[in-house]
């Protein structure tokens, strides 16, 4: 599989940090869904051939994590926080008003691809509930209005 | 190391460093519960029954995950632990289904044992349960997941153990899962270890579930009949209008030298019993076709044939044929019937390893073979050919776990990249064929190494690698049937200077060792001694034929020029498995005995339906010589022991059966028959031993009145019988002074069985069928043909 200089680099330079080849399972994985949006199997059986793992370790792995995904997902990922801090500053609210606005449920995918939508554990952003992170940027003190807002930004960013 | 000390429950404890609480609780005789703790597979604490309270120590502790250390106090049983273990049971019991009256596990779980113990009548869970179907992951493995309890036992024994990796676990929380390694089902080499080793009924076997209850079977203990390594497998029987039928094999009793490890066929393959196509009643040709007969009849046939041949061709118009399979008593007593009955030394049997060859080069030192158990204490391994994980899985085992635990140093020499590479310390690849060179070039021979330099090692690596193992005290070379001959010689020689070096040869099948210590061969007696000094079997026996018998293929030479007048061919299958022109024996009076009608008992004139190795007693030596009982689990209505066939033609020869089998020796029984209480009354003790599936003793059919003639007339054999009789591998010695032979290599033939076949058995195993069957394979087809 033919992946980006960065990718190689990146990988080659977290190698260096751990005694043993699997150690650095996780990172390569989260590097490689930041390549391809998702894991596919092309790209596991490749990481379980280089840190020599089985496919099913990989998957066990996989499976563990909810940030990592065998599914492709929408250009920008829409996780919404409903825990407790959020949960009583309106993030339920948030969530279905996103759910409505995009017309989608968690772990869904708008048809343009352009969203996805999900609804996640605390991403420790509690001092400014309710919050939410769209691929790796937060956002924080969220309403309803402002959530479109910060939608209608990344549709405009495409 | 010292010993730590410890108290626990009030008892003082000592254990040496590094000892984990749980293991020296249960020294100590103090049981601590847990599902997920497993001796000598890695940590895990996922179950937390093991929690105990360390004084100090704040919160309750895992007793599988504390090392001890001095002066600790511990408490195994208070009412906080109690509590604790009932609320653990709770929570495992909250999704558990309470099938137990169908699950397989019933009787023998050990989440049902702990519920009694420690769970609690009731259950604070009102929730409906979280049902999914039960899945079949292969022709072996089925996993019901609402039974599975997260112990993670069966994931580590299939990567740890057995370093194949197919189970793991996915998601987690709640909604972890065993997950098999093919989405849906299991690529794997099928060992049903994850089955023996689950707690609970959540792994079962297709080839026993639902089928019977753990109480309703009788347990016998004996030795496996597949490959050459010897384990001990557990068989569940139980009464069928046929006999006796086996339902099950595992390992449950984990004394045996094989402890928890058992392969497929040790735990499935026994189903060969119970092929449709078993024969049980003896055939006779008559008018050109096989017809059924009884045994008097067969007796008759037989007796009159081979006398008329013995006395007017001579016993070297005999040739006899022995088995791999069959016990030790009986390949001695096909010897010593073919020597003194017949009077011909016309016997040989399908070689798989030059046995022979390595009893001559270690006349010396015989103590230098080496054990089964040694494998997995040897400080070093060197295994030169063979692949262990396909022909050997015991030796695999070993090999790999004293890797794994011991830190052995493996070296490993072969022309393919088997297996077991993974393991090895260094793993060199040779061409095909180059093994004898590389024994020359080990034992010095330096011009040699050319031969083996075609792979990326180098001449400098190579004598590097040399210097090593000679500095390798404890070394275990291993060899398989590569090197025969004069290359067992140089490999011998080439470890001379090794301290305490040990060997082992690998035969192929179950009793291919046994067939080679009994003497099953034209020109050696039993214990490898040569015909030209037959000392005490020439006393013992009164009279030893003198002339060297025919090897196999002198046998089928002789047969072809019409020499060869009657064939013996007991439990093996020359034609079908040595691709023998069946010409050779058409010309002569061929009786076979064997369960099926194989392609070497469709051409013969009588056929005798033989009992297996699981339907009788009598012992095995497995490819390493250790010694093991055979004990009778199994019946098929209608078939005999070979041991009893034997005596039974000596017999209708008219030969004295008590100089053929000295039974009843020294010894003086009264059964009750002749005084007392019970006199005139029929023989109690026999009737007791039919009935119990046991077999007479005190009869000319009793194996042990021939191991009892092994045990006084082979002294490698002579090892303790109160152990061997206990269930124990008794580890025999090669024989001292001249013995043994350098053959023509071209002699041995290998099985090349690998883990899903075994020769003849294999064919009518209906679960290794499925298996080959299930992985795309073309099953090897059935070449019964019809008569």
Known sequence: MRLSEQFESRFAEMLTHYPTKRSVLVPTLLYLQDEIGYLSDEGIAEIAQRLELTDLEVRNVISYYSMLTTRPRGKFNVQICTNIACLLRGGEELLEHCEAKLGIGHKRTTADGLFSLEEVECIGACSWAPAAQVNYDFHENLTPAKMDSVLEKYKNAQ | MPDVNITVDGKKVAAPAGTLLIEACKNAGIEVPSFCYYPNLSLQGACRMCLVKVEKMPKLQTACTTVISEGMIVATNSDEIRQARKSMIEFLLGNHPLDCPVCDAGGECELQDMAFSYGAAESKYMEPKNHKEEQQWSPV??????????????????????????????????????????????????????????????????????????WEMNHVGTTCTHCADGCK???????????????????????????????????????????????????????????????????????????????????????????????????????????????????????????PAFVSALTERPEAAASMRDVYNAPAILLIGNDPTEQHPLLAWQIRNNVRLHRARLYVINSQPIKLRRQATSFLQIPTGAEAQLSSFLAGQDSAIDALLSGPTSRDEWISLREKLRSEPGLVIIFGSEIRGSDVVSLVKSASGIHDVKFICLGDYANSRGAADMGVYPDLLPGYQRLADPGKFHEEWGGVPRAVGFTLPEMIESATAGKLKAWYVVGANPVGRLALDPFAFSQSFVVVQDMFLTETAVIADVVLPAANAYEKSGTFTNTCGDLQLVKKAGEVTGTKSDFEIIVRIAGSMGYDVRKLVPF??????????????????????????????????????????????????????????????????????LPAGKAGALHDPKLIVPADNNLFSSGTLGRYSRTLNSVIENRHKKPEELEVAAD
């Open chain 2, 141 to 214: 493995v089925y996993f019901d997941r609402p039974r599975c309890i997260l112990c993670y036992r069966c994931v580590r024994v299939c990567g740890e153990g057995m370093d194949v990796w197919a189970l793991g676990v996915q998601n987690r929380g709640v909604s972890s899962i065993i997950a098999p390694n093919q989405d849906d089902h299991l690529e794997c080499e099928e060992c049903g270890m994850c089955i023996d080793i689950c707690p609970v009924g959540a792994l079962t076997s297709g080839a026993y579930r639902y089928k019977t209850r753990p």
């Open chain 2, 233 to 355: 497998t557990t068989l569940g029987v139980r009464r069928a209008d046929t006999g006796m039928e086996i339902v099950r094999g595992d390992n449950r009793d984990k004394s045996g030298i094989n402890g928890d490890f058992l392969c497929i066929k040790g735990r499935y393959a026994f189903d060969f019993a119970h092929h449709k196509e078993r024969l049980t009643q003896p055939l006779i040709r008559k008018d050109g076709r096989l017809t059924p007969s009884t045994w008097e009849e067969a007796f008759e046939v037989i007796g009159s044939r081979l006398t008329e041949v013995r006395d007017c061709d001579g016993g070297q118009a005999i040739g006899v044929l022995g088995s791999t399979r069959t016990t030790n008593e009986e390949n001695y007593l096909l010897q010593k019937f073919a020597r003194v009955v017949l009077q011909t030394n016309n016997i040989d049997h399908h070689r798989t390893a030059d046995f």
């Open chain 2, 664 to 733: 009843g020796r020294g010894m003086t029984a009264d059964m009750g028959q002749s005084r007392g209480a019970q006199s005139g009354e029929v023989d109690r003790h026999g009737v007791w031993l039919e009935a119990s599936g046991l077999e007479l003793k005190m009869s000319p059919f009793d194996p042990m009145a021939i191991l009892d003639e092994i045990q006084r007339l082979l002294p490698g054999y002579a090892v303790s019988r109160m152990d061997l009789l206990a269930g124990n591998a008794q580890h025999t010695a």
